[in-house]
């Protein structure tokens, strides 16, 4: 029974010791040394063997899967300013996974690309539009009223109810405006449903974009255009959008704000 044992065993060596040279072909043995024989052996071929049950690159594909389950680290909190879709990837087309609301504070992680930044919503990253998320909480909006502008009301004629009602708003918030566009031949102005709010500043015009978006709901209000972007009521979750250059500082709208009405 010693000389098939021995056999087996070299054979055995020779698949441990590969690419180190032949090995020495063993010389009979008795029983005693063939059992010291297989002392030696059986630990590297066992080894071997349960080295042979694992993937070689399982530890990779650990490391791959333990990097993609791990929290992004946050850098601080910011305020959201208004609804935002939340993106599985930095771009206009990606999945949407959900609205963070107006008004809350959420973890970021400072990257940004592409004009989304990265926030950390229930321990997943994703992504919104950086421009709507601030350091400081958003103030509360000026109230509403619906007296008549003391400017007069000679704009109201021609517009939809909603549209007198957030002319009256803005004229009463905003006593520094004088000059306005309402119902006439053009565009969204044609069936009374727009008008357009001249401002003497660009610091007035965002506030007075800020003041119609705040209360959006309340004017029921279809779009917002200010200084070459765009708020419309379908794609609300993504904020202020840019729109492409229309040739002249009016044509942008970074003279004045317009608005239309539902």
Not at 142 to 167: F, H, K, M, W
Not at 227 to 249: N, V
Request: with cysteine; proline share 6%; net charge positive.
């Amino acid at each position: 029974m010693s000389a098939p044992l021995v056999t087996v065993l070299a054979v055995g060596g020779g698949v441990v010791t590969s690419g180190f040279g032949p090995p020495d072909v063993p010389a009979p043995a008795s029983a005693s040394a063939a059992g010291n024989i297989g002392a030696v052996t059986k630990a590297p071929v066992a080894a071997l063997a349960a080295g042979s049950r694992t993937p070689g690159t399982s530890r990779s594909a650990a490391r791959v899967a333990l990097a993609k389950s791990r929290v992004p680290q946050a850098t601080g909190k910011l305020w959201t300013t208004s609804d935002l879709n939340l993106r599985v990837e930095p771009r206009e087309k990606s999945r949407v996974a959900g609205l963070l609301q107006s008004g809350k504070r959420i973890d970021v992680t400072g990257r940004e690309r592409g004009g989304y930044a990265e926030v950390v919503v229930g321990k997943v990253p994703r992504w919104v539009t950086a421009d709507y998320l601030s350091k400081e909480r958003a103030a509360g909006a000026v109230g509403v009223s619906n007296q008549p502008c003391p400017d007069g009301s000679s704009i109201e004629s021609g517009l939809q109810p909603a549209a007198i009602r957030t002319y009256r708003a803005v004229c009463a918030a905003f006593p520094e405006l004088s000059a306005y566009g309402g119902q006439d031949g053009h565009g969204e102005h044609v069936n009374g449903q727009a008008i357009d709010f001249m401002v003497p500043s660009a610091s007035v015009g965002q506030r007075v974009a800020d003041y119609l978006y705040a209360h959006h709901t309340e004017f029921d209000l279809f779009d917002i255009i200010w200084s070459q972007r765009i708020w419309t009521i379908e794609r609300a979750g993504e904020g202020f959008r840019s729109m492409s250059d229309r040739g002249s500082a009016t044509a942008n709208h970074f003279d004045h704000v317009h608005i239309m009405v539902n």
